[in-house]
Nanobody, 120 residues
Framework: QVQLVESGGGLVQAGGSLRLSCAASGRISSSSVMGWYRQTPGKQRELVASITRGGGGGTTYADSVKGRFTISRDNAKNTVYLQMNSLKPEDTAVYYC????????????WGQGTQVTVSS
């Protein structure tokens, strides 16, 4: 069983920065992807960024955050990070960390979520 604990959310002014962390307990397969979704009330969860656990750590980003957000990992610490710069009010959401193995049809594990609020 894997547990994911997020931290780093909060309130920031537009143009500011935040760094989210997601620490995982338990064994995570090297054939996995870790990353972040976000969700606002009344909308579906949106994939923000992902990074492969194994290999070279390939990354993907939503178009809306490219050039502003950076995802990274520290496999020794079982932790994934999301550096968010040039934040905009539309980035306001609950951010969820996740883990998904390559063969899974959906997400295997979710974190509890951390609120990010960007004021204008």
């Amino acid at each position: 069983q894997v547990q994911l604990v997020e931290s780093g959310g909060g309130l920031v002014q537009a143009g500011g920065s935040l760094r989210l962390s997601c620490a995982a307990s338990g064994r995570i397969s090297s054939s996995s992807v870790m990353g972040w979704y976000r969700q606002t009330p009344g909308k579906q969860r949106e994939l923000v960024a992902s990074i492969t656990r194994g290999g070279g750590g390939g990354t993907t980003y939503a178009d809306s955050v490219k050039g502003r957000f950076t995802i990274s990992r520290d496999n020794a610490k079982n932790t994934v990070y999301l550096q968010m710069n040039s934040l905009k009010p539309e980035d306001t959401a609950v951010y969820y960390c996740y883990v998904k193995t390559y063969i899974s049809l959906g997400v295997d594990y979710w974190g509890q979520g951390t609120q990010v609020t960007v004021s204008s």
